[in-house]
Structure formats: structure tokens, C-alpha cells
């Protein structure tokens, strides 16, 4: 029984900072990829962030620079730190992993959290 559930989301002003949160479970968090996505409004699932259990990181270039992926292997967890939010950046987000290496594409994972809604007010 694998679970990854994302925590630490909700509402937010333009400019202004939150941390998600994505504790994993039944899984073996070695060797395993964790990846941030997003959803908005109409628009198509799209890649974030994604860190190797090595701590290699990728970002897509909307967030590069604002957004920070880290992850505690001790405790099997995974953050999103927005550090400035834009109003672009609202939609809900989905942690996700798979177990090897780092992939931007979706269809690529495996494991899915139940996302997390982030809106920003301007």
C-alpha cells in the first residue's frame, strides 16, 4: 500500500510564501524520485519540481528560482517551499514519485497524492 499525502496548502497573497508538504509511505523511499505537479484551470497537468534521492534537482522554468524541492530521506517526506507566489502559480498540486531516476514527464510516475489546492489572492 503505497500513500504520498500532501499537506500545507490553502490560501496565500501574491508575493507571498507557503511550504507543501508530501509524506510518503509504503514504499522504499531509496532509489525513489520525488516530483512535484500542478494542475490549474483548464489547463493540462504540468511538471514543478523534482528531486533524486541523491538530492539532484530539476525545475521547470516557471518556478526556477522561486520555488525550492528538498526532501528528509530520515523521515520519507518531500517539500515544495513557494517562496514568492505569483497568481500564475495557483492550481492544485500533486506530489508524486516513481522508483528510479528523474523524470519531468507525468505519464512517467507511478505514485500519486490526492493534491492540494493552492489559490492566491492579488
Known amino acids: 500500500q503505497v500513500r504520498l499525502v500532501e499537506s500545507g496548502g490553502g490560501l496565500v497573497q501574491a508575493g507571498g510564501s507557503l511550504r507543501l508538504s508530501c509524506a510518503a509511505s509504503?514504499?522504499?523511499?531509496?532509489?525513489?524520485?520525488m516530483a512535484w505537479f500542478r494542475q490549474g484551470p483548464g489547463k493540462e497537468r504540468e511538471f514543478v519540481a523534482v528531486i533524486s534521492w541523491s538530492q539532484r534537482t530539476l525545475y521547470a522554468d516557471a518556478v526556477k528560482g522561486r520555488f525550492d524541492i528538498t526532501r528528509e530521506n530520515d523521515e520519507n517526506t518531500v517539500y515544495l517551499l513557494m517562496k514568492t507566489v505569483n497568481v500564475g502559480d495557483e492550481a492544485v498540486y500533486y506530489c508524486a514519485a516513481r522508483p528510479s531516476g528523474v523524470s519531468t514527464r507525468h505519464w512517467e510516475y507511478e505514485y500519486w497524492g490526492q493534491g492540494i489546492q493552492v489559490t492566491v489572492s492579488s
Open positions: 509504503g514504499l522504499s523511499f531509496s532509489s525513489t524520485a
